[in-house]
């Protein structure tokens, strides 16, 4: 790990920041952290968000991270996606506002209407998991009967696994996405820890085990509370997803 100095970590006076909550609590960082100091937006930032040339390789929105983010025992590079998105939320809000502009369907009439999203009421979602010794959690396997530990895929491992889906393995047209996936997550099987016992239980578990385990994870896994109820033109209550497609992005690129 390296070590900072006191002289290193001390801030330049005139940056205007703020204390950004991680949705992540920190459970994939080494040092655990759980908040990041995030500079504001300004004018000179606009050479970034107008360069052509990291617009066109998709850089854009790393290299504002890089810039704003001030505490430097956490690199944007390592952070997972829910931390990413909550710094991001931070930055359009203070610099652009809050409101968001959606076009929803109404599922009773089948046309599309406008809806202006509320950014800043997003909040984080219910985190109860309570991890071990080892910084690991718990999940029984109701077909196997088979206990486990697991941890959360971090930003590098899930980097990993979405390269499989675009890579040819071995000669196969099919990759081994949810078996990577399960070795990556999987620490223990029944106090068993050796990884060739791990790979042989995954390599046999029932498949009910698999979707009811990832099921878990992703209702489990620490983030951001994206959805929203919301009333149609025809009176009917729906729910949404706050995505972060090109409209989310458009103030950033002044358009």
């Known amino acids: 790990m390296i070590n900072y100095s006191m002289e290193e970590y001390r ?4 940056i205007a920041y703020d204390v950004v909550e991680l949705p992540s609590r920190g459970i994939h960082y080494a040092n655990k952290k759980k908040s990041v100091r995030v500079a504001f937006l300004t004018a000179t930032d606009e050479d970034i968000l107008a360069a052509q040339n990291l617009a066109k390789a998709g850089g854009v929105v790393e290299e504002i991270l ?4 001030l505490d430097r025992d956490l690199p944007s590079t390592e952070l997972v996606e829910e931390d990413r998105r909550a710094i991001l939320i931070f930055l359009r809000n203070t610099a652009f506002g809050s409101e968001y502009n959606l076009t929803p369907t109404d599922p009773k009439t089948g046309e599309k209407f406008p809806y202006v999203a509320d950014l800043s009421v997003i909040k984080m979602k219910e985190f109860t998991l309570v991890e ?3 910084g690991e959690y718990p999940f029984y396997m109701p077909k196997s009967e088979a206990k ?4 959360f895929l971090n930003r590098k491992q899930q980097e990993e696994i979405d390269k499989l889906s675009d890579l040819e393995w071995n000669g196969n047209t ?3 996405v949810i078996t ?3 070795e990556m997550m999987i620490k223990s099987v ?3 820890r050796e990884g060739m016992q791990i790979r042989g239980f995954i390599n046999k578990m029932p498949i009910k085990d698999s979707q009811d385990f990832r099921k878990f994870v992703n209702t489990n896994k620490p983030g951001l509370d994206l959805t929203q109820k919301i009333t149609t033109p025809s009176g009917e209550v729906i729910q949404i997803e706050i995505g972060f497609g090109v409209e989310f992005f458009r103030p950033f690129y002044g358009l």
């Open 180 to 182: 990577k996936q399960l």
């Open 132 to 134: 071990d010794a080892n």
């Open 66 to 69: 890089k810039r704003k983010i």
């Open 11 to 14: 801030l330049d006076p005139t």
């Open 190 to 192: 029944n106090d068993i």
């Open 148 to 151: 486990i530990t697991f941890k």
């Open 174 to 176: 099919v990759a081994p």
